[in-house]
């Protein structure tokens, strides 16, 4: 009978100690369910922060993208304005020069060349969008366009009215080149 006694005393203190090892296995899997929930948030978070990051690159890229074209356009449009400007001052003295009255048939062929090659000249600045302002007297003052050289009094016309062109001024496109020198009633 004892040993029966001591058989049921050890299943129940088997038993016992099976219980508490599968409470606290129990007990092991809920704080390894809570240690993969807060890992798979994390993934979940780090993922979401990625994307967001690949996001803000790729408007990065576009924006860089955007200006480089804009800058680019600029170039090819305005890209002639050095050159042009370097040009414009030997062309209108040149032009001056061929205004300029003759008698002589010879001085006259020559005269005639050289408006042949002020033609094309145009027709090139033309082409890339240089275009004389065509300043008239008469015109009214305006400092955007024009550099006023003097300002005469007693001209006979209205006040800031261009009395006289010194310089025919230029555009690019939609800038001034070069300023038109003009001399202004007061």
């Not at 002589?104 to 033309?126: C, D, H, R, T, W």
């Amino acid at each position: 009978m004892n040993n029966e006694k001591d058989l049921k005393r050890e299943e129940t203190v088997t038993t016992e100690e099976n219980t508490s090892e599968a409470q606290v296995v129990k007990k092991e899997k809920k704080d390894y369910k809570k240690i993969i929930q807060g890992l798979e948030k994390q993934l979940s978070d780090c993922e979401k922060e990625i994307e967001f990051q690949k996001g803000l690159r790729n408007a990065d890229i576009a924006n860089l993208t955007k200006k480089r074209n804009e800058q680019e356009a600029l170039v090819k449009k305005y890209g002639a304005s050095n050159l042009a400007e370097d040009l414009i001052k030997p062309i209108d003295l040149l032009k001056k020069v061929v205004s300029t009255p003759t008698e002589s048939p010879e001085v006259q062929n020559y005269l005639m060349g050289f408006k042949m090659i002020m033609s094309q000249i145009e027709n090139a600045f033309e082409t890339n969008g240089i275009k004389a302002m065509c300043v008239k007297v008469g015109d009214e003052f305006d400092s955007n366009f024009h550099e006023a050289n003097e300002s005469l009094e007693d001209s006979g016309m209205e006040s800031n009215k261009i009395v006289s062109v010194i310089s025919d001024g230029y555009m690019i496109h939609d800038r001034v080149l070069i300023h038109a020198i003009v001399k202004v009633a007061k």
